[in-house]
């Protein structure tokens, strides 16, 4: 059987090919000289298996692309503040070109508009790199984010450098404000060598994919970039990354992107996918014209949209019940299911609540649990150290070590095992079984 | 046992008690007289349940947290085409006083400013409504969000009404283009009444919810609005809710927000919860200093920033096992597990082709899972039909019904069962029966 | 004989007729409704001399040209300090129609931006005037200006107040702003009665000459506004008469002016003429397409151009001789012509020190002079002072009194005479006839 | 006797040294290390003749000074259609340092700002010259200006060059926008040379006095640019030389004029004389504090605004007279007097209207003007020529040929006399006698 998903793609890009409105960047004959008909499309899993029909393979330059990637280097090796201080986070509702200085301090908008991601560039690396090895150290950055060596294309590079001109003018206004320290031209040049890395539309789905792997390259498992750092860049390409256009992209497709000049067009979805297109065809916005509208059908065949509430979960209480008769070797059962987030943890609490167990013996079962985050992970054991408190003994029934650390703290006490069985009276664990029962807390 | 959470809130709410710095409102009598100690919040879950601490009872007026309320019944009531054509959906990068409309047309450039805000007051209920009716439509609308009969402050109204100046010229101007067709003095004064109805941050809470809920009232269970809708209003809060500071929100707090000037603010967790707090000293930007403080606080303890990535779920593929010998009657069975959507059923549609199954019958077994989207739906369905032409024989274990329509179509064909064992060879349900084994499809 | 003027008038007319570009101004009816083909075109004289060719008694209203006459009302009748304080004098290099108000006071940058008129309209008249009254004052004052009494269009005024709503809602920012204390309305509405006065191109040229007549009417010969107030409402009118064409107009007509949208256009030259055009079909700029080719025609032929050099005017020092012989009862006559500012006040001064004159006698003969300016006088006077001082006798010969309050003060001492003669020694007068010679100072 | 002059400017001085102020132009060292006290004042007259008070003979950096002049020569060199093309003429009401393009083609707003000058810069000299010819053009033209040879400060230049981050954006942006065409660091290096040129206060009176003079130095009697070209540059100065002050400067001070960060400031009236102050301290706007308080008082004390109306002229018809009694021989004399332009030559034809001479011989006497300009020379023949056709023979009374080419054409007729007597019938003067009288016409 093969896959629906290439499939999928494939009657996707059928859909778009006859768009031909638009046309290719032509401020350089490099990118001008562009097959405009190329067409491509590619989804790589937060596991690594990537999908794609059409010119997947085919090598063009990343462009503004590198702007979201550039942006998450920086802030992973300066840290935030550094970064803030001289690249704000604020939608501009500007085209690309604009230069976008705050009045005062001529601190550039947003690290997405061509007088953040110049700065930014800057801020990639120690600051004691010299501007060549720092050039390196965002080829090596995006390279990790995509699991294969990129390079430059030279041709690209010289030409663009030739129609520089307006870049130099941001680098020159940048200097005279302090917020470059060093020679505009070179700084150009650099940010120019990054926009002028070769990727192909896989690619650009790995680096995506990243993205929404919280930071961690699927395939290679190295991780790129701290979460945090995720967290910011996911936010400002939301907000910022498809510049004049920023409104409608979000609320239409709903999924954190960048367009790059050159065709390509990326999306990365948290913890689930990295989407790339490319045709070099572009709007008024400068974005991808056939990117757009793949981008629009993903988003709306797949349920994309980051404000599309998730489907309405079964409840995570899967039942409640009472075993071993009302005496008092009787023992309270919570028997609990699915991905407990706050939401989930919050009925938990309730269930707790509004019971008022009477039982001694109290069982939380995450048998047939999915996943539980930090926040559900701490409330559960509040209310197990609140239980304690109350003259409970409470049973965690988590045969897979679900939640890590299960201490209560401060008066609370759980007792870890891997049945509901175990957590009735009377000997159950052999010693050195697993070391089950464990006992946490005081 | 007490619950956790108002713990919680209350704790929060006392880390922030301390900083008395900003001022309320002080352009009308009314706001420049409320007590600046007041302080607040409250969460309201998506099934209902309200957890507060502090004056969550203490009415005040909406004032611009109605903004995302009425834009989401004019999008209800009229459709999207008819309201994007008066309110564009562009971050303005402006202050909410600012007037920011689009050159040619006068359009404004969203529906959280006050021009956006004015425009689309106009377009909610149908629109042969008189001003005074659509003024009732409106607070009806805020009361279902709400769950209980909301009022407007007469005393506000008339104060804001002395001082509406600048909301009289951006109505004026806003008729001058056509964007208003009605007497602006009368749109300015049907606005100011939406802005003052009264609420407390519980009723704020209950009606963030609504909008996580997916436009149900948790508590009523109306239906207030569609799911569309929601996605929208939601998008719109996230990248222009908090004004001029709506990028530094997006990347430190993360959630659909929206402020007032009276003290009010909001934020929605789609499928989570709405949360409100209310405390009247407002920053420059003209959010609740405590506000932001307590979202900020929120938003990091709960794990709530909405492009933070999903802590890692368990495998969806629970287990996947040949039951039944090597023989003809050899049954494969694809255990599942959890949540599914997109990335779920990529995995599943991998497995299945990996494994690329010699077995005629194939089982897909649904009994742990916890819940399954539209696209993964179709997924398994597609990979059913794809199997069917390669000549298996699909069940699919759906004890719960949780796969609505399992037709996959086009020579696709599916038995629905209740256990792995109904998929085994052998007579296994008596007719009438619960109607089991269903078959659906060629 | 004819006059030459008109038929030089009709020829210029002639010219432009043929250009039928632009349209009327066609945001209400009676505007729209006006003949495009009327063409007129009028001087008027600082003596009160019209000179005309076509349509220049038919009536119009006088729209955007109420704007710098009202300027001049507002500073006589409040004084400098109160009107500058709410209307800026900045060339805003925008259109008629933008706000243009100060960031931080929402001041108006200039009195011919709608912003800067409607302001100025309420600082007409006393402050105690009620709306009414004020409006009467303005009428009345434009009247003056035109020597007639003047009436308003009351179908215009009804029809523009229907579609005022930017000026409305100019009027309310204004209001929010404090910048206007009134009710915005009732000042649109009363600066809407002053912009739908009636006038002829007649009418307009009068005004104009009322201007360059340092404010009084050439015919009535009634001071309308003081000399100060025609020096600042001309610096306005240069710099900012033609919105956004003001630096083309500037240069190539260099004539402060101003336009009206129903096709009105004045310009004023000071000491010289007032000059108005009518043509109602207007450029993209809002002002008459005939009515600028014909200023641009008038300036060139007529050398009007402000920043034009004046003809080089013949030796001020029209003779420099010794009467009477070398001995005590020699007389140093400095005979003087033509017009006396500045520069030829200083080549008097220069004169008289190169000449180091030793006879006692010198007398300054006025006889041939035209004009003789402030400056001129003093400086005048101060070389008699020095002269007195350097024990000379000296005699201002001066028949027709040209210089007034001869007296050069702190030492110095003039005899004035009617003729050369009377300043050689001799009994020259007797007592009583014209008390000639007369003597000044100590 | 001492002139009167240098007293008043010392005077003046005098009054506005206390005024500590401000403060030198800091961003580079050499301009920060200026002595702030410095104070000069001078005055040179269209005669080239120069008064002056405190240190007018201390050398300081043009800087934007050299703005109007580099322009003068831009359109002297270009002609005005290239320059227009590349620059334009309307005010921007922003300060010196803004960018101020043309949305749509970049072209800078005027030449009064940095992004005007900078292309200006480049359109002085043939379009052949490589970039250091043109530097020497420049510095050559200036020095024409002055009167003497002038030279860069070397120190200045290149402290300019390393701080000139702001005017290398500029010139990018330029480039980019094709408005320069050639490298923006040659470019920019260039007008840091103009900038730097060394001047005292003396050279830049001068040099305004050759801009007042019609662009003929007043000393070395070389015309250094045409009199159209000067018309532009002093109506450019008048509306845009004090930047966004230019509007206060207009309406207070009245003179065209241009101020240069290193304090210099000058000013030029037409036809009377340039000034000329100097003294580093700067207000907020980079002008000097106390030239402009100078500038003030000088408009005022000594009636220099433009917009103030000339002293009102005796009547230009001295008297209007018949000579020879009632019968043939009679003699109708127009005895004219001062100077002469459109107005006081539509007196003269309103006189020979309203008369309806019935004598044969009509003369028009000039023996006593000053000067007569074109426009009134023009108007006098096309009276002389009615004359003529309606059967009058016309004499000029013209002893100082004040009156050029007096052919007044088709059908006119004018007899040239030197004096009244020569009108009258009868032999008067003999064959070869001057060859007078003169006939011209037909």
Redesign the interface.
């Known amino acids: 059987?093969?896959?629906?998903?290439p499939d999928y793609l494939t009657e996707a890009l059928g859909d778009v090919v006859s768009d031909t409105s638009g046309e290719p960047a032509g401020y350089i004959p490099e990118l001008a000289a562009a097959d405009p008909e190329r067409l491509g499309a590619a989804?790589a899993?937060?596991?690594g298996?990537v999908?794609g029909a059409g010119d997947i393979d085919t090598e063009f330059t990343i462009q503004s692309i590198s702007k979201p990637f550039a942006y998450a280097l920086a802030l992973a090796d300066r840290g935030f503040d550094p970064v803030l201080a001289k690249v704000?986070?604020?939608?501009?509702?500007?085209a690309f070109n604009q230069i976008s200085l705050e009045g005062d301090t001529g601190r550039p908008?947003?690290p997405m508009i061509n007088a953040g991601a110049i700065t930014t560039h800057t801020l990639v690396g120690s600051d004691d790199l010299k501007p060549a090895e720092r050039v390196e150290r965002v080829i090596d950055g995006l390279s990790a984010f995509a699991g294969r060596p990129l390079r430059t294309d030279e041709a690209v590079c010289v030409s663009e450098m030739e129609h520089a001109?307006?870049n130099?003018?941001?680098?020159?206004?940048l200097?005279?404000h302090d917020i470059l320290t060093e020679d505009?031209r070179t700084v150009v040049d650099g940010y120019t060598r990054q926009c002028s890395v070769r990727v192909t539309a896989r690619d650009l789905a790995m680096m995506a994919a990243t993205l929404?792997?919280?930071g961690v390259n699927p395939l290679s498992g190295e991780r790129v970039v701290p979460?945090p750092v995720?967290?910011?860049v996911?936010?400002?390409m939301?907000?910022?990354g498809m510049y004049?256009?920023?409104?409608?992209w979000?609320?239409q497709v709903?999924i954190?992107a960048k367009s790059g000049v050159a065709g390509g067009l990326i999306g990365a979805l948290?913890?689930?996918?990295g989407i790339a297109t490319f045709s070099p065809r572009l709007d008024r916005h400068g974005n991808s014209v056939r990117g757009v509208s793949l981008f629009e059908r993903f988003s709306s065949?797949?349920?994309?949209?980051?404000?599309?509430?998730?489907?309405?979960?079964?409840a995570v209480v899967r039942s409640h019940h009472v075993v071993g008769g009302g005496g008092p070797d009787a023992l309270r059962v919570l028997e609990l299911?699915?991905?407990i987030?706050?939401?989930g943890a919050?009925?938990i609490?309730?269930e707790?609540?509004d019971s008022?167990p009477e039982e001694v013996r109290v069982a939380v079962d995450l048998t047939?649990v999915?996943?539980?985050?930090?926040?559900a992970r701490r409330?559960v054991l509040?209310?197990a150290r609140?239980?304690t408190l109350?003259g409970h003994e409470v049973y965690l029934v988590d045969p897979?070590s679900?939640l890590p650390d299960p201490d209560p703290g401060d008066g609370g006490r759980v007792t870890v095992v891997d049945t509901v069985t175990e957590a009735l009276p009377g000997p159950h664990a052999a010693p050195g079984d697993r070391n089950r029962p464990r006992e946490y807390g005081a």
């Open positions: 059987m093969r896959s629906v998903i989804f899993t937060v596991q298996e999908y704000g986070v604020e939608p501009s509702g500007e908008l947003n001109h307006r130099l003018a941001i680098a020159h206004m200097r005279g505009p929404a792997n919280r979460e995720v967290r910011q996911l936010s400002v939301f907000t910022c004049d256009a920023a409104g409608d979000a609320t709903g954190p948290p913890g689930q996918i065949d797949m349920g994309l949209h980051l404000m599309g509430t998730p489907a309405a979960a079964r299911q699915g991905g987030g706050f939401a919050e009925r609490v309730r707790v609540v008022a047939w999915y996943s539980i985050d930090d926040v409330m509040e209310v609140r239980l109350d897979e679900l």
